[in-house]
């Protein structure tokens, strides 16, 4: 089964540095990663998808890269913000057909301090 | 811009009341689904379905069933609440196609007393 781990579980930075985050996974038949932003006590919100063909996808302040040989995936942050403030997860979607393809990691919550 | 909506943001209810939460979507996903996420179990997937009066059972299914009449529409039934059953609800779709992006719903926190 898919294992996928999160590391740090909390980080915490102040304001204006660049940051990065991990996502690591156990089986390597990915059809793709995808990172996603849960603000306390909602839904969560779609950031940066990439295929498995892919090595990084960017999307204004955010990159993220894949390394699908190693099983890792980061989220590269830069200038961070007080509104990154966040819990951050990834999720991997198995080359595979049916329900249960895709498995999430436990998350990293980010705070920012002004 | 994709957009998952869920019937309620807050519900209280009662044990052994049928609790009936609905999620749309506006963008003709084959795909939905249906999570509930508790601290320290992370996402959990309830069921899935992949077409119109099709479905799955995902990991956690006991106590819960569910209905999609309409494509755009997923709804998720607690037969009989239970306490056991508190938890952020998510509803989620997800395109068919190359990307296979999964979008999700606000949630729904559903209390049990």
């Known amino acids: 089964k898919q294992e996928v781990t999160q590391i740090p579980a909390a980080l915490s930075v102040p304001e204006g540095e660049n940051l990065v985050l991990n996502c690591s996974f156990t089986d390597s038949a990915i059809y793709n990663l995808q990172w996603f932003r849960q603000d306390p006590g909602k839904g969560l919100t779609s950031l940066l998808l990439i295929q498995s063909s892919q090595r990084e996808q960017t999307s204004g302040r955010l990159n993220a890269s894949l390394d699908k040989s190693s099983g890792r995936s980061t989220l590269y942050i830069a200038a961070s913000q007080p509104g990154d403030s966040a819990t951050y997860l990834c999720?991997?979607?198995?080359?595979?057909?049916?329900?249960?393809?895709?498995?999430f990691g436990t998350g990293t919550r980010l705070t920012v301090i002004p | 811009d994709v957009k998952v909506t869920q019937s309620s943001r807050y519900l209280v209810k009662r044990t052994g009341e049928k609790v009936f939460l609905e999620c749309v979507q506006d963008m003709d996903h084959e795909n939905m689904f249906w999570y509930r996420q508790d601290p320290g179990l992370g996402l959990r997937l309830i069921y899935f379905?992949?077409?119109?009066?099709?479905?799955e059972k995902g990991d956690i299914p006991e106590g819960y069933s569910v209905s999609r009449e309409k494509k755009e529409r997923f709804s998720l039934i607690l037969e009989s609440a239970s306490t056991n059953q508190t938890s952020m609800y998510l509803c989620?779709?997800?395109?068919?196609?190359?990307?296979?992006?999964?979008?999700f719903g606000p949630g729904t926190r559903l209390t049990v007393t």
């Open positions: 379905s992949y077409d119109v009066k099709m479905k």
């Open positions: 989620a779709s997800r395109v068919r196609d190359y990307s296979y992006e999964q979008y």
């Open positions: 999720a991997v979607l198995l080359d595979r057909t049916g329900a249960n393809n895709l498995f």
